[in-house]
T-cell receptor, first 111, second 113 residues
Framework: AQSVTQPDIHITVSEGASLELRCNYS??????LFWYVQSPGQGLQLLLK??????LVQGIKGFEAEFKRSQSSFNLRKPSVHWSDAAEYFC?????????FGKGTHLIIQP | EADIYQTPRYLVIGTGKKITLECSQT?????MYWYQQDPGMELHLIHY???????EKGDLSSESTVSRIRTEHFPLTLESARPSHTSQYLC????????????FGPGTRLLVL
């Protein structure tokens, strides 16, 4: 069975600083990987996804993620965060039956 | 912009009541899903459907039931609500296989007293 680990429950970053959110997955075949963002009281919005090809994928809102098969990782990055990026971020792996999510990382932005 | 709707957005109800959470999508998607999310926790898949008259249980055992009589509609029912059912319920849909984006509704926050 697939699983996703997000080792950081909370991360605090100063506005304008760079960001990296970690995600490790366990999956038997080529994984379909996703990053979603959830603002308070809202549903989930897709930031980006990977299923093949270039291992560096670009998403919305200036986010990117890099797939590293050797490390079973799919870390999310942003060069300069904005206060509006404060939210909960979920990494997920897709299968025929649906998505398996990590526990999420809560991102706090300091002024 | 995804067109997937959930009602009600918030529901406070007493123990033992029957409730139905509504989910509708206007994108013509065949696959639909229900996830349960406790505060500050990950989402767990509780039900999914491949299309009309198809329903399957997800990874997390749930006392809720679902039906899929129409493509656009995927309601979730609790016959007798209990405090342990207090959670957020998120509905999602997708057009295809595991590489396709799932579009999420805004969720229903349920509080059972």
């Amino acid at each position: 069975a697939q699983s996703v680990t997000q080792p950081d429950i909370h991360i605090t970053v100063s506005e304008g600083a760079s960001l990296e959110l970690r995600c490790n997955y366990s999956y038997g075949a080529t994984p379909y990987l996703f990053w979603y963002v959830q603002s308070p009281g809202q549903g989930l919005q897709l930031l980006l996804k990977y299923f093949s090809g270039d291992t560096l994928v670009q998403g919305i809102k200036g986010f990117e993620a890099e797939f590293k098969r050797s490390q079973s990782s799919f870390n999310l990055r942003k060069p300069s965060v904005h206060w509006s990026d404060a939210a909960e971020y979920f990494c997920a792996v897709g299968s025929a039956d649906g998505l398996t999510f990590g526990k999420g990382t809560h991102l706090i932005i300091q002024p | 912009e995804a067109d997937i709707y959930q009602t009600p957005r918030y529901l406070v109800i007493g123990t033992g009541k029957k409730i139905t959470l509504e989910c509708s999508q206007t994108m013509g998607h065949d696959k639909m899903y229900w996830y349960q999310q406790d505060p500050g926790m990950e989402l767990h898949l509780i039900h999914y459907s491949y299309g009309v008259n198809s329903t399957e249980k997800g990874d997390l055992s749930s006392e809720s039931t679902v039906s899929r009589i129409r493509t656009e509609h995927f309601p979730l029912t609790l016959e007798s609500a209990r405090p342990s059912h207090t959670s957020q319920y998120l509905c999602a849909s997708t057009s295809g296989g595991p590489r396709e984006t799932q579009y999420f509704g805004p969720g229903t926050r349920l509080l059972v007293l």
